[in-house]
């Protein structure tokens, strides 16, 4: 099946207290001092990072323990009633993440932001200007595709905390409006969108 074959197991690793344990644990154990027991347990901690390329979101959480979530394209990130794709998570998000579990694979089907890091703001000087043409948006994830007159491309998301005119301005967004938005950079083809100009 797509969702399981796609998933990474969930593996934890503690930092501070590996001694602690008896040595002879297998998976289940470990899980268990996360987790707890049966499924539709939760994870709650800080975001470390998410890796697409293993489709895991690596998360801290508050004894020390560092959990790999594997998710897929139908995990849910929620925020203030508003949804994301997985990789607008950052860094330093605070979150609790839904976990289930299929034999000894884990993996989060949707995960709540309970404090965001944007909103302590980020440096304007790493910010750069983006000028061009919207060629795709998608309102519900909270992304637009934008070809700048140079040819090249961009993918901008928009982060959890955005003003009420800037979120009224992404919602009005068509394609073939032309948009001028300070974002930023992720990488060379995406950026994260800070405001409108």
Same mark, same amino acid.
């Given at each position: ?15 501070t ?5 008896t ?26 990072g998410v890796?697409?390329r ?5 998360i ?10 594997g998710?897929? $394209? +139908?995990? !849910? ?6 949804a994301?794709? /997985?990789? *607008? =998570?950052?860094?330093g998000d605070?979150?609790?993440a839904?976990v289930?579990?299929s034999?000894n ?17 980020s440096?304007?000087r ?5 000028s ?21 491309t961009?993918?901008?998301s ?9 979120d $009224? +301005?992404? !919602? ?8 001028r /938005?300070y *974002? =930023? ?12 100009y």
């Amino acid at each position: 099946m797509k969702l399981m074959q796609g998933v990474a197991l969930l593996a934890l690793a503690t930092t501070t207290a590996c001694a602690s344990g008896t040595g002879g644990g297998g998976l289940g154990d470990i899980l268990g001092s996360v987790l707890g027991s049966g499924a539709g347990s939760q994870v709650s901690g800080t975001i470390q990072g998410v890796d697409t390329r293993n489709r895991q979101v690596v998360i801290t959480t508050s004894n020390n323990q560092t959990a790999y979530l594997g998710y897929d $394209d +139908r995990t !849910r990130v929620v925020y203030q009633d508003r949804a994301y794709d /997985v990789t *607008a =998570l950052e860094r330093g998000d605070r979150v609790t993440a839904r976990v289930q579990q299929s034999g000894n694979a884990y993996y989060t089907d949707q995960i709540e932001v309970t404090q965001s890091v944007s909103s302590g703001g980020s440096t304007t000087r790493e910010l750069v200007a983006i000028s061009g043409i919207v060629r795709q948006v998608n309102h519900s994830e909270g992304w637009f595709y934008v070809e700048q007159s140079n040819g090249g491309t961009v993918t901008i998301s928009m982060p959890y905390n955005v003003t009420r005119t800037d979120d $009224d +301005r992404f !919602r009005s967004l068509r394609v073939g409006n032309s948009v001028r /938005v300070y *974002a =930023l950079p992720i990488t060379n083809t995406r950026a994260e969108f800070r405001q409108f100009y």
